[in-house]
């Protein structure tokens, strides 16, 4: 499968998460999700002298991706490595704060689009889900070798499936007569628990949970967010686009109390301590025409917020 920068990811929300980082061209940002570099290309645009951008990416594939940065005196540093490990990375290159940082947390279409990578289920592929292919358990690890309690957990947590408990004991059954290792003996297991009129949307649920839990994706956006509220200096911004409820409820939680799980701090005045003040209390969406455009984008949610 060929793959360009153009077919790997169609950036999303793309100018108003980038105009969103009121980006200053001296300024450092950071881009944790490079992708089919989309995102990235228009940051380095505004860009000039002593400006710097930091892109990340845990897949090989993302790195043909990078392009003859050349914009005068700005700098491109492509970094691949989970964004877990945001903070570790900016300790190394010697910064000590950044101006902003953008996220999409979309799957990036390449992924959905190439048949070896398992993580889509109109094809038929082993059951492999891993964002960075060098490391980890594979979808098929984590249906075979988890219990029946963990993978209802999973199921339920990560992909929202009411009846996740019984897709969870169809698979343990399943498996006790073969080891479960492509997408179609994933389908032919849970087939009878999944109604024909919302097909697409459970299957695409159940899919979702299984490549959360391989790539760890809710712990190190946890870890990422952490890292970037230490990171962004006072006025700097971040900007993120979440694609499920999860995502963009930690992100919201972030923004508005300093932490993942929403709790508000306040001093002995009774003064909130939130690190963040958030552009809108409502997310940005995708016009109409960028829906008709990129189907894909239609779950999008883009969310801004200014360190304080």
Request: charged share 30%; net charge neutral; hydrophobic share 40%.
């Amino acid at each position: 499968m060929i793959v360009t920068a153009e077919t790997y990811h169609v950036p999303v929300l793309l100018k108003e998460s980038v105009d969103g980082l009121n980006i200053r061209p001296d300024g450092t940002y950071v881009d944790v999700t490079f992708g089919g570099g989309g995102h990235s290309r228009e940051m380095f645009s505004r860009l000039g002298k002593g400006g710097r951008l930091f892109s990340f990416d845990q897949d090989a594939d993302a790195e043909r991706n990078i392009w003859g940065a050349n914009e005068e005196g700005a700098t491109f540093t492509f970094v691949r490595s989970n964004f877990r490990y945001l903070k570790n990375w900016m300790r190394y290159f010697g910064v000590e704060q950044i101006d902003g940082l953008l996220a999409d947390l979309g799957v990036s279409s390449h992924h959905f689009d190439d048949e070896s990578r398992g993580f889509s289920f109109r094809f038929n592929a082993p059951l492999d889900m891993r964002m960075n292919k060098r490391a980890g358990a594979t979808a098929a690890d984590v249906v075979n070798n988890y219990t029946e309690e963990q993978l209802a957990d999973i199921f339920y947590l990560y992909g929202e499936l009411k009846n996740a408990r019984r897709i969870a004991a169809a698979l343990v059954k399943a498996r006790a007569g073969h080891r479960i290792e492509t997408s179609n003996d994933l389908l032919e297991a849970t087939a009878p628990l999944i109604p024909r009129e919302r097909e697409k949307k459970d299957l695409a649920k159940l899919f979702q949970a299984l490549r959360i839990e391989v790539n760890h994706e809710m712990r190190a956006l946890k870890e990422m967010l952490s890292a970037a509220t230490e990171l962004i200096r006072p006025e700097g911004r971040l900007s993120v686009i979440t694609y499920h409820s999860l995502e963009d409820r930690m992100v919201k939680n972030i923004m508005k109390a300093g932490n993942a799980e929403g709790r508000m701090k306040q001093d002995f005045f009774g003064r909130s301590e939130a690190p963040f003040k958030p552009l809108s209390n409502k997310p940005t969406v995708p016009s109409d025409e960028e829906q008709a455009r990129n189907p894909r984008s239609r779950s999008a949610k883009l969310r801004i917020a200014e360190r304080q």
